[in-house]
């Protein structure tokens, strides 16, 4: 069975950092891209950033450049999503999502059409 689990969401501070883990099972995570995308209320999904299957490759939005960090570890089926100077504007339900196999090793889908599996999301709220 196919799972992806999202976690360490929560209440911060603008200006703080949240570390989000995604843990996947059931499917060869090590050979999937994967990707964070999320939510606020009123408004459509949107990406967030996305990995490459081994790793070596990173996409990220123009609006979490610089702030946003994501990283996996193929050995533990884990994708990590480091947040730091967190702003209000970045509330909202974050998603992780793994990507179809067979891709280059560049690979980092934008486009949530890309992915096939995905978790059930994890909250963050930045107050300012």
């Known amino acids: 069975q196919v799972q992806l689990v999202e976690s360490g969401g929560g209440l911060v501070q603008a200006g703080g950092s949240l570390r989000l883990s995604c843990a996947a099972s059931?499917?060869?995570?090590?050979?999937?891209?994967m990707g964070w995308f999320r939510q606020a209320p009123g408004k459509e999904r949107e990406f967030v950033a996305a990995i490459s299957w081994a790793g070596g490759n990173t996409n990220y939005a123009e609006t979490v450049k610089g702030r946003f960090t994501l990283s996996r570890d193929n050995a533990k089926n884990t994708a990590y999503l480091r947040m730091n100077s967190l702003k209000p504007e970045d509330t909202a339900v974050y998603y992780c999502?793994?990507?179809?196999?067979?891709?280059?090793?560049?690979?980092?889908?934008?486009?949530?059409?890309?992915?096939?599996?995905w978790g059930q999301g994890t909250q963050v709220t930045v107050s300012s």
């Open positions: 999502g793994a990507a179809d196999t067979g891709h280059n090793y560049y690979y980092t889908p934008r486009r949530g059409t890309e992915y096939i599996y």
């Open positions: 059931g499917f060869t995570f090590s050979r999937c891209p």
